[in-house]
């Protein structure tokens, strides 16, 4: 064999070996990246959102439309797959919880996560349909208080709820309406019966053209932000859209301290403002009770980091204004109304922040000056809010 037959000779062999390494690699390859996602047991870890999700993540109109369960809930089916609650879970990451909660803000708020800074419009029944049936199905957890949903889902849940925080604080302070069925709520539908004070269970100022989401009961609103609120930017979003509430619900009070429609001269606080004001209240308590279970579950490192990192996300404090308000704006609005002042930076800061019962007496007390309504009912009104406050960092 001449000296070129036997470097051909050797030239194919190697060809043949790195062939055949290649269709090894391949092969392992294709037992492998599955095993990725596989537990120990055999059974799949994670999965990935639909391929429908892209679509829907686009435009929320066809998201509404696709997730919408019904007037009665009872399609679900395609909620149930594009957050896999039955199951193995959603994976971590773009083509999961990412692709999974852009789809789910697009449904639920009008619209699409890049757009969330456009002026948010009235929710439409479907949308409020979708924010209902998505509360019901990640509610249903472990044995456990808390339900058991990938934590990338968290800032996008934090937008929904946030979209809808009327609705989410009344779901946290008292759970689903007595009496009512249906997953939604318009403000016609709401009105008291006598019409009396503000004329309305679902919400203190009616717009007249909102379309509220009762959440599920007994507490399934409750559960969900307790899970959304381990992650520090989906806590601020949700601390910043309620402290936007109170400022809105304290302006459009009279200067004596009441509601619109309360008999003047009364010593006892009627129960539509007691509600109004344990509604912060008990959420922001409730936000800071979720904080602290989020450490003790190890969700969160520390308090002290997860503080700091609530003071980088937040967007700032919110003051009512100087001077009665009386327009009525859709409730879809609040969360996007703009901070009054800066949060501040450093340790003093973060201690201002998080300390929610100074946060409220701050505003309150403020807000109570500016209007020069009398000490007395000032004070009523502040033993009226620590009261449900610390009923609302108890309740665990």
């Known amino acids: 064999m001449s000296f070129l037959d036997r470097i051909r000779g050797a030239a ?5 070996l790195l062939a055949g390494a290649g269709v090894l690699t391949l092969a392992l390859l294709a037992v492998l990246v599955p095993a990725l996602l596989l537990g120990e047991d055999g059974s ?88 209902h049936a998505a509360v019901l199905l990640l509610s249903r957890g472990n044995e456990r208080y808390q339900p058991d949903f990938p934590l990338g889902l968290n800032p996008y849940l934090a937008r929904m709820f946030a979209s809808y925080i009327h609705d989410t604080s009344r779901g946290v ?10 997953p939604t709520a318009t403000d016609e539908e709401t009105e008291y019966e006598d019409r009396s004070g503000s004329g309305n269970w679902a ?42 509430r109170f400022a809105w619900y304290l302006e459009r009070l009279t200067h004596s301290g009441q509601e619109p429609g309360e008999q003047p001269g009364k010593k006892e606080l009627p129960a539509g403002l007691k509600l109004g004001l344990g509604q912060s209240a008990t959420f922001v308590a409730e936000l800071m009770a979720s904080r602290t279970v989020a450490v003790e579950d190890g969700l969160a490192a520390s308090l002290a980091q997860f503080d700091r990192a609530v003071l980088r996300h937040t967007r700032g404090l919110y003051h009512p204004a100087d001077h009665r308000i009386r327009t009525r704006p859709s409730a879809a609005t609040l969360a996007q109304r703009r901070p009054d002042a800066s949060a501040g930076k450093g ?14 007496f701050a505003v309150l007390d403020a807000w109570a000056r500016q209007r020069d309504v009398p000490a007395p009912r000032t004070e009523r009104l502040r033993i009226e809010m620590n009261t449900w406050y610390a009923r609302g960092l108890n309740l665990r």
């Open 203 to 244: 919400t203190p100022f009616p717009a007249g053209h909102d379309v509220h989401v009762v959440f599920p009961r007994p507490d399934g609103a409750k559960k969900v932000v307790r899970r959304v609120a381990a992650s520090p930017r989906a806590f601020a979003r949700l601390y910043d859209a309620e402290r936007a």
């Open 347 to 360: 340790q003093r800061a973060v201690e201002q922040l998080m300390d929610g019962r100074v946060q409220l």
């Open 12 to 16: 194919s062999r190697r060809t043949v």
């Open 44 to 131: 799949e870890e994670c999965r990935q959102a639909p391929d429908s999700a892209r679509a829907q993540a686009r435009d929320p109109e066809r998201a509404a439309q696709e997730l919408d369960p019904g007037a009665g809930v009872t399609r679900t089916g395609p909620l149930k797959r594009l957050l896999r609650t039955t199951g193995s879970p959603l994976c971590e990451g773009a083509d999961g919880t990412q692709l999974a909660g852009r789809a789910l803000v697009a449904a639920t708020t009008g619209r699409t996560t890049a757009d969330q800074h456009e002026p948010a419009r009235p929710h439409t029944e479907r949308a409020a349909r979708v924010a």
């Open 173 to 182: 302070m008292l759970g689903a309406a007595r009496d009512w069925e249906q």
